[in-house]
């Protein structure tokens, strides 16, 4: 990077419902689009925009971590206030700042966290319909987080890959896990230093599958030690996911994020 060169790192909080994921596509629209789009405006020239974490289609975010490089002199509010004129309002930068030139925003992550939101209840939401995933049938919330305890610490998570998976290892390291209720909303919320290809889905389909069984514990321990992605649940709707948040290094000072408006962040 030139000395002239900058780097901007930001924050950015989005509904993924109306677009096939964060990455570029030529026939579909993407987040990443959208985003590039409206920087490249301030900036007064094209650039390209690197994620923490490419989210999927219909997956959502508070704390999207990106950074791109500029030769433009603009203020953090400049950034912020400039790229939400030109975003859709299901897309909105938070937070913007320079970085030095060491600064990464996929490869500075030492870990991320990602929750899932279940609406629990015999009627559908129409407000919920797109930012949570809609079980009708009764949820044990405490048998899925004893249950979710078997991920904790290092392992070999091939049984909650998908097959589309490009990683060159299964091998992940979850720090936390836990899930609670709240009224007819449950969360699932996992921290690790990775994740898998729909890893977060799988996991989630798989504790709606064993919470009913007499040992949850010991039938999701069965599930990680089979290593074989057919003795896991279904792939959970991508409409409860969100990308929480991102933790880097305290020395590029990087915002948490916080949750503006939504379903409530029982785990906070």
Do not use: K
């Not at 060159?168 to 899930?179: F, K």
Request: with cysteine; net charge positive.
């Amino acid at each position: 990077m030139s000395a002239a060169r900058r780097r901007i790192a930001a924050v950015i909080e989005y509904d993924g419902g109306a677009y096939a994921g964060w990455q570029f596509q030529a026939h579909a629209p993407s987040i990443q689009d959208a985003v590039q789009r409206a920087l490249g405006f301030v900036a007064g020239h094209a650039l390209d925009v690197v994620c923490a974490g490419r989210t999927d289609a219909g997956v959502h975010a508070v704390g999207q971590v990106v950074h791109f490089e500029t030769d433009a002199q603009r203020s953090a509010r400049a950034w912020v206030l400039g790229a939400n004129t030109r975003l859709p309002r299901s897309i909105a930068l938070q937070w913007a700042g320079e970085v030095g030139p060491d600064f990464h925003a996929r490869h500075s992550a030492i870990r991320r966290t990602y929750r899932y939101g279940i609406l629990n209840r015999s009627a559908r939401s129409a407000l919920a319909d797109a930012r949570a995933a809609w079980i009708h049938r009764p949820l044990d919330a405490g048998a899925m987080d004893r249950a979710a305890r078997a991920l904790l610490g290092e392992h070999d998570f091939s049984a909650f890959r998908s097959s589309e998976c490009q990683s060159v290892s299964p091998v992940r390291r979850i720090e936390s896990v836990r899930v609670a209720r709240d009224g007819d909303l449950i969360w699932i919320e996992l921290t690790a230093n990775a994740f898998l290809h729909h890893m977060v889905r799988n996991i989630v389909g798989t504790l709606l599958e064993v919470q009913a069984a007499p040992d949850p514990l010991a039938a999701m321990a069965r599930v990680l030690a089979a290593r074989d992605r057919s003795a896991a649940g279904m792939t959970a709707p991508a409409a409860g996911l969100y990308l929480w948040r991102v933790d880097y290094p305290v020395a590029f000072a990087i915002p948490v994020p916080r949750a503006a408006c939504g379903l409530p962040p029982v785990l906070v």
